[in-house]
């Protein structure tokens, strides 16, 4: 059994980091590159901290992981060095650890017991070791193909290469079934290709894993509009059922700022996307930060890709807005008790980076030059209320005073509205809820008679261990309305939230 002490023994400890001069002088990942013995030392003793809780909220699905993942049985395997049987556990309940372990905010550390306190000295590091599971498991050739002993005859059409729609694939192409992927893009991979900066997963990462999909027999097509390049006749001539997984990338824009207009100001999508192709070889990006004041506006995990984004592309000064005031550094239990997501301050390695972050601001104006480019803009301190009867939302300022601060790019981080419009819906008889997004039924089918919706597209903008949660969820359900029945796990319902006051 574990360690009931390992907590009180061993200190919390991160992964370290490289120099800030050193990373910023390219764009492979912040974290230092160590020796895989060591490595796994390391993460041995940070997995003794693991208690094996009675009521582990840790791998809760609505407190903790919604993948289900079975994190004490894995650390524990960890502690005593069984690596490989580590793996098994960990890929059963999760088809791609290592994009959890880079990308995920890890709400299974919010929902350790070791939460409750600070006193414990911090949550067990349940993304580290999943991390280093993952690549232990690739560099001891653990990672291998499954390849169905059966065909079902049944072909299905997955829309998307997000985590989502891999999730699906993998699933139904191991459950004996024809799957196609199509993306639209040049390349696989969806916002982890093309929204996710090199700094924070390497695509080479990506990559490895997709061959593996390639390898068990899932067939992808890339620069395909499904609508478009291939007909919704086409589509649903050639397949049995399909599963969109389009994503939620329509950008949320701010139309009632005066000087939006301006040349330099941009949604944050419109930077990532190009700068992410540079670093794949596409040659320089249109948007570019060199040289430039950069403001973003938003303080959530897009903008945070762009600030770490435009440090490497060499701007001036890179300053990230709030409209929200600065949160506590430790959990305030009257709003956020354990095990909810924690109301706190976070700091990403871009922001130890450059730049700084201001807090309880909005943008009153945008400052153009003569030739129409944005030069400035006037920053107000406001606060943000809500009607409690509509539940509207809104900004006003506390005072008069408005500062001026130089911005030759402004980049709009303020989220998501929800699926972008596309001819594919149009062609299903789709239509968008008022949260933008696909409904469905229990069974993950849309009105549309053998169509299945998962990911961000049915949850909105959201994290990427929901998002393959809901990927093997839906294979499950494209599983059982083929055969009449499926052994697919299913960690998630249709209806299922995240754990969290109201």
Known sequence: MADPNGFMKHQRAEAKKRPVDERLGDWREVYEAITPAE?????????????????????SGTAGCPLGNLIPEWNDLVRRGDWEAASDRLHATNNFPEFTGKLCPAPCEAGCVLSISPMSGGPVTIKRVEQTIADQ????????????????????????????????????????????????????????????????????????????????????????EVGVDLTVDELNERFDAVVLAVGALRGRDDRETPGRELGGVHLAMEHLV????????????????????????????TGADCYGTATRQGALSVTQLDQYPEPPSTRDDDRSPWPTWPYILRTYPAHEEAGERKFAVAVKRFVGDEDGNVRAIELQQVKVTKDPATGRREVVPTSDEVQELPADLVLLAIGFEGVEHMALLDGLGLSLTKRGTLSCGADWQTSAPGVFVCGDAHRGASLVVWAIAEGRSVANAVDAYLTGASDLPAPVHPTALPLAVV
């Open 39 to 59: 490595r796994n030392e390391q993460v041995r003793t940070q997995a003794t901290r693991c208690m094996d809780c009675g009521i582990p909220f840790c791998h």
């Open 137 to 224: 498991s690739w560099e001891a050739g653990y990672v291998q193909p499954q390849v169905s002993a059966v065909s079902s005859g049944q072909r299905v059409a997955v829309v998307g290469s997000g985590p989502a729609g891999l999730a699906a694939a993998q699933q139904l192409t191991r459950a004996g079934h024809e799957v196609t992927v199509f993306e639209r893009d040049d390349r696989l991979g969806g916002l982890l290709r093309y929204g996710i900066p090199e700094f924070k997963m390497e695509k080479k990462v990506l990559d490895r894993r997709l061959a593996q999909l390639r390898k068990e027999g899932t067939k992808f097509v890339t620069g395909c």
């Open 274 to 301: 190009p700068a992410n192709r540079y670093v794949e070889g596409d040659g320089p990006p249109e948007i570019d930060a060199h040289g430039k004041h950069v403001v973003i506006i938003g303080g959530g995990d």
